[in-house]
């Protein structure tokens, strides 16, 4: 690929980025509605579950070991034990089983 194809990629997808980063500058929501409001609330949350929730399953290496340390880190969280506790020992009792198995 020449230099001038790789620029002009780069320049189109700068000029996309910053356009969809402009839409909101240019779209009035009513955000005093209740339904809004939670919408929004809720959004960057299932955002980044969308994100991390494949990549737990194949980050071990071992299925069962991820899907255990999965459970462990929901049932911790429903709980509500503090994020940084939760990740420890989620990390340590993953590691734990993966000794044993």
Request: charged content about 10%; hydrophobic content about 55%; aromatic content about 14%.
């Amino acid at each position: 690929m020449t230099n001038q194809k790789i620029f002009f990629i780069v320049v189109i997808l700068s000029c996309s980025t910053i356009f969809l980063r402009l839409i909101p500058l240019f779209i009035k929501v009513d955000t005093s509605s209740p339904k809004v409001r939670t919408f929004f609330k809720a959004l960057p949350f299932a955002a980044l579950s969308s994100l991390i929730f494949p990549d737990i399953f194949t980050s071990t290496g071992n299925i069962v070991t991820s899907v255990i340390g999965a459970f462990i880190a929901f049932v911790l969280a429903y709980k509500k034990v503090n994020l940084g506790l939760n990740i420890l020992i989620s990390v340590i009792s993953v590691y734990l089983i993966s000794l044993f198995i």
